[in-house]
């Protein structure tokens, strides 16, 4: 079956045949006409780009000896101090001194009423008195009876003489028997009081020595009295500050009781843990006679300090062991002052020190030569802080020599070969080792 005819239709398509074929057209003169621009227009030179430089500070550094320092803190303390206490069971005369009171060795500090002790040292004075005078009297008796002994002995030997007379006329039978027996008696008698009194004469010595440690006891009595005495005056051992006063006027006080406590400020120093590291140079140097010093801001005031010892042990629970510096006795700084000590360790030789922004990845520094970075690797050996507060890394290496560029500014894209534009800045002072000298 034949499909109708429209005319209409036909007609459309022949008009949008038509467009498009206008539209391919109109798009190849317009692709040809570009192709011709191209094709004979002028040739572009490449433009050649300037390599930038990097603006960067430098310093020219020469390797020296220097002193690392570290930062710790410490704790005033004195290597001894004192509690005073009563000697003797007195009342509380009078308080000389206060609290936070400076003192000298000597000075009084306090004093007890003496009433009681006074009375003591006269009750033991008597009593001395009266074991001097038994002594005497026992070495009188003891003399009487060595000069009674050769009575005694005459006395028996003619007792014994005349026993015998009677004896032998008893034999003869010239007398009684009653006679003889009288005589017998009284030369036993006579016996008997010699050997009495011999006895008596070798007791003699046990008597004198009797005698004697008598005398001696009541003289330690009076000279336990007179220290008594001696103990109502009380005096400060050392020269220091009065730490505590425990007691008032009118306060009535027993032996043993605490007065007061004074610190000693000769032996002032300062306790301060170190890693065992560094006490292991710190230990060195002592053994070696080597001088360690230290210092510390105070109130204003810049003080010194010198390493006496440290600590025969590692305390429970802590990593390093405790470093002593003594400090001078007129110090402005009160016990328990807790004090940021900078200690200068052993010298160290062949060291730069460098700002901590002069390092790169804590093992790196750059070098300028001819105006290009030129990467070095170092070794920190320590830090180093100057008496104005400074703070420096202490490095070396063998690349680096006297007269090298070294950059100390903080450039993120720091490499080896970077053009870089230096720009020089101000050395190191020449002589922060000899700060610590004069501390």
Avoid at 7 to 17: E, H, Q, S, V
Avoid at 42 to 66: D, L, N
Avoid at 407 to 412: E, K, R, Y
Wanted: proline share 5%; charged share 20%; glycine share 6%.
């Amino acid at each position: 079956m034949n499909k109708p005819y429209f005319p209409g239709r036909t007609l459309a398509r022949f008009r949008y045949l038509g467009v498009k074929a206008a539209g391919g057209l109109i798009f190849g003169m317009l692709l040809l006409l570009s192709m011709l621009v191209v094709a004979t227009g002028p040739k572009a030179e490449p433009v050649e780009r300037a390599e930038r430089e990097w603006p960067v500070s430098y310093r020219e550094v020469t390797p020296v000896a220097m002193a690392p320092t570290i930062q710790v803190y410490g704790k005033l303390e004195t290597d001894q101090s004192a509690t005073l206490r009563a000697g003797v069971t007195a009342t509380v005369a009078q308080v000389f001194r206060r609290e936070g009171d400076w003192v000298n060795a000597g000075d009084p500090l306090l004093r007890l009423d003496d009433a009681e002790v006074l009375l003591a040292e006269k009750s033991a004075r008597a009593a001395l008195a009266r074991a001097e005078a038994a002594l005497r009297s026992v070495n009188n008796e003891h003399q009487l009876a060595r000069d009674l002994g050769q009575h005694h002995e005459a006395q028996a030997q003619l007792a014994r003489e005349k026993l015998q007379r009677f004896e032998s006329l008893h034999a003869k039978s010239m007398i009684a028997d009653a006679q003889l027996d009288d005589v017998r008696h009284e030369a036993n008698e006579r016996a008997m009081v010699l050997a009495q009194h011999q006895s008596r004469l070798l007791d003699f010595p046990n008597q004198e020595q009797q005698a004697a440690a008598a005398v001696a006891e009541a003289a330690a009595r009076l000279g336990q009295a007179e220290l008594d005495k001696q103990h109502t005056d009380v005096r400060v051992p050392f020269s220091g500050r009065v730490m505590a006063l425990d007691v008032s006027a009118g306060d009535r006080i027993s032996v043993g009781s605490a007065l007061l406590s004074v610190a000693d400020y000769a032996g002032l120093q300062v306790r301060a843990p170190v890693p065992m590291e560094v006490a292991q140079r710190l230990r060195r140097s002592l053994d070696t006679g080597t001088p360690v010093v230290a210092a510390a801001t105070v109130a204003g005031e810049r003080l010194g300090f010198g390493l006496s010892g440290l600590a025969g042990e590692v305390k429970t629970g802590h990593s390093g062991i405790d470093a002593f510096f003594q400090v001078a006795p007129d110090s402005v700084m009160a016990l328990g002052t807790v004090v940021n000590l900078v200690i200068a360790l052993p010298e160290v030789p062949n060291v730069i020190a460098l700002p901590i922004h002069a390092v790169y990845d804590n093992n790196r520094v750059y070098k300028i030569t001819d105006n290009r970075l030129q990467a070095v690797e170092i070794e920190r050996v320590g830090e180093h802080m100057d008496a104005a507060g400074d703070y420096r890394v202490l490095v070396r290496s063998a690349e680096l020599e006297s007269g090298d560029h070294l950059m100390v500014s903080q450039l993120p894209t720091a490499m080896t070969g970077l053009l870089v534009k230096p720009t020089s800045t101000a050395a190191l002072e020449p002589a922060l080792v000899g700060q610590w000298s004069s501390w």
